[in-house]
């Protein structure tokens, strides 16, 4: 009789046991389910209709456009060579050799492969690096071999792909910049106050210059400019 006993209990607890571990498994697909649509689908689509709906230009990657077309994102440094043009902080980004896959060549602003060099203070190969940077600007800006030379203007960001300078670099410019464009310091000076960004709630970080809008309103500068000149003849 108590063999027949215990075994009916044996039988009732493997029962329960399976329902109680029928019932975790169900009740773990259910949360799982439930935890897919609430951050992978709700919380997306509510958190892109507010910002669509508060922030419309940051929610669309902050896409400068010039005539009817995308040239750019006012949060992504573009490579400015030109001497009619405000250059912005080094960039050491690179990009697959197209004639070696194995290897790199150096592609400024790479915005597909943001990174840093990880070089620290004591690299060699960064202050050599940093010594050829402060000749080369001063050499292009008419500078004095004494004369400072800012930081943001030597040294690579950590992303690489910076998209301001320091309002100091943008002055050591300016000379240059009139220069190559035919335009006097003071209306190339006058344009650059006007493009100089305060501190984040006037309290974080340091005023700056965006360098892609910079040379936007400068290209429009220098568009007016010509077609003055035009009317005048």
Known sequence: MNTIVQKNVALHVA??????????????????????IVTGLAYPLVTTFVAKAV??????????????????????????????YFQGRPSVTTAP???????????PYNAALAAASNQGVTSQSLETAVAERVQAYRAL???????RVPVDAVTASASGLDPHISVANAKHQVERVAKARGLSEKQVADLLDKQVQPRDLW??????????????????????????NNKKE
Do not use: Y
């Not at 169900?26 to 389910?33: E, F, I, L, N, T």
């Not at 400068?64 to 440094?77: E, F, P, T, Y």
């Open 15 to 36: 029962a329960q046991e399976r329902t109680t571990w029928g019932q975790t498994m169900g009740q773990c697909a259910r949360a799982a389910v439930a935890l897919c």
């Open 55 to 84: 922030f419309p230009h940051r929610a669309e990657g902050s896409l400068i456009v010039k005539d009817g077309a995308v040239i750019g994102s006012s949060l992504i440094g573009q490579n400015f060579t030109g001497a009619g």
């Open 97 to 107: 050799d197209p004639k070696d896959a194995t290897s790199t060549v150096s592609a």
């Open 141 to 147: 800006n008419n500078m004095g071999a004494q004369d």
């Open 203 to 228: 309290l974080l970080g340091e005023p700056r210059v965006n360098v892609l809008e910079l040379n936007i309103a400068l290209d429009a500068l220098a568009m007016r400019g010509s077609a003055d």
